[in-house]
């Protein structure tokens, strides 16, 4: 059974950075493309960035230029380094196997001074 542990939220000013992490347990990591999704209060699940199993990326238009998704297939890690961040980006960040219901269970990322 794959399972996804997230990590490195936390508190950080405007104009500040942060580095996600979503490390995966079980032997399909590699073949799979995964994505980053975040959840804000009163709002739905938003796509944020995706990779394809040979690492190729897309983002949401919201975050272009400022985060940028990758992976390390011998780690069975995904990462979302997240700088230039707004008020607006304040979520709970989830990383996602695509095209599963696999899920890790969330880290807050808050934006504020």
């Known amino acids: 059974q794959v399972q996804l542990v997230e990590s490195g939220g936390g508190l950080v000013q405007p104009g500040g950075s942060l580095r996600l992490s979503c490390a995966a347990s079980?032997?399909?990591?590699?073949?799979?493309?995964m994505a980053w999704y975040r959840q804000a209060p009163g709002k739905q699940r938003e796509l944020v960035a995706t990779?394809?199993?040979?690492?190729?990326?897309n983002y949401a238009d919201s975050v272009k230029g400022r985060f940028t998704i990758s992976r390390d297939n011998a780690k069975k890690t995904v990462y979302l380094q997240m700088n230039s961040l707004e008020p607006e980006d304040t979520a709970v960040y989830y990383c996602?196997?695509?095209?599963?219901?696999?899920w890790g269970q969330g880290t807050q990322v808050t934006v504020s001074s």
């Open positions: 996602n196997i695509k095209y599963t219901r696999v």
């Open positions: 079980g032997s399909i990591f590699s073949v799979n493309a």
């Open positions: 990779i394809s199993a040979d690492s190729i990326t």
